[in-house]
């Protein structure tokens, strides 16, 4: 057996080379690309296709167990909402830095101590909290970055929301307008194309 392993040793040194050019051609060349696409840039702010589609599925996650057979019906046009929500959370967060409003990490520590799914009989369990992150696959720190954002969006919008002076418009159309009146003076590039 070994001898003749030895005598077609050429021939397997061939096919060996010609399987790993074709992995580097035509498969794991091009596995990630959907994950390094970039869908839109809001002032030199990349939304990653990864970023993008994993927004997408988690919503249609949640349409489909709050609307069950409605779920079709609430999906039409979902790419682009979910495309607008997030330009619209950078938006947020270009408008947050500019005016220097930022989540403290205490304010990020009291969000995590007091959220009810990393209780156990109402006291924080830092074990729970670690293995709740641990099986949705996401690190400490990219949990608690992903929450400093979310705090500092929602300081921003309360900031634009005391602006509202007139009680003849909702607190939600005087953001979504002063939403689009501060996206039309920054850069807002959108790929299309990484959408299909």
Same mark, same amino acid.
């Given at each position: 057996?070994?001898?003749?392993?030895? =005598?077609?040793?050429?021939? $397997?040194? $061939?096919? $060996?080379?010609?399987?790993?050019? %074709?992995?580097?051609?035509?498969?794991?060349?091009?596995?990630? =690309?959907?994950?390094?696409?970039?869908? +839109?840039?809001? +002032?030199?702010?990349?939304?990653?296709?990864?970023?993008?589609?994993?927004?997408?599925? !988690?919503?249609?996650?949640?349409?489909?167990?709050?609307?069950?057979?409605?779920? %079709? !019906?609430?999906?039409?046009?979902? =790419? !682009?909402?979910?495309?607008?929500?997030?330009?619209?959370?950078?938006?947020?967060?270009?408008?947050? =830095?500019?005016?220097?409003?930022? #989540?403290?990490?205490? !304010?990020?520590?009291?969000?995590?101590?007091?959220?009810?799914?990393?209780?156990?009989?109402?006291?924080?369990?830092?074990?729970?909290?670690?293995?709740?992150?641990?099986?949705?696959?996401?690190?400490? +720190?990219?949990?608690? *970055?992903?929450?400093?954002?979310?705090?500092?969006?929602?300081? +921003?919008?309360?900031?634009? #929301?005391?602006?509202?002076?007139?009680?003849?418009?909702?607190?939600? #159309?005087?953001?979504? *307008? $002063?939403?689009? #009146?501060?996206?039309?003076?920054?850069?807002?590039?959108?790929?299309?194309?990484?959408?299909?």
């Amino acid at each position: 057996m070994i001898k003749t392993l030895r =005598k077609n040793a050429k021939y $397997f040194y $061939f096919l $060996f080379f010609l399987v790993i050019i %074709t992995f580097v051609f035509w498969g794991v060349g091009t596995v990630d =690309k959907k994950h390094t696409d970039v869908i +839109a840039e809001v +002032a030199g702010q990349k939304i990653t296709a990864e970023r993008f589609w994993r927004n997408y599925e !988690e919503t249609r996650r949640v349409y489909r167990e709050v609307f069950k057979e409605k779920a %079709t !019906e609430m999906e039409q046009g979902l =790419k !682009e909402r979910i495309l607008e929500n997030l330009i619209n959370e950078e938006v947020m967060l270009y408008f947050a =830095k500019k005016y220097d409003i930022e #989540a403290t990490d205490r !304010e990020v520590q009291d969000a995590i101590l007091n959220d009810p799914r990393f209780k156990r009989n109402g006291v924080f369990q830092r074990d729970v909290y670690f293995q709740i992150l641990k099986l949705n696959r996401i690190t400490p +720190a990219q949990y608690e *970055s992903s929450l400093k954002r979310d705090i500092t969006v929602g300081k +921003a919008l309360q900031v634009i #929301a005391l602006a509202n002076d007139s009680s003849d418009i909702s607190d939600e #159309a005087f953001i979504k *307008s $002063f939403l689009n #009146a501060f996206k039309s003076n920054i850069p807002v590039k959108i790929n299309k194309e990484a959408l299909s």
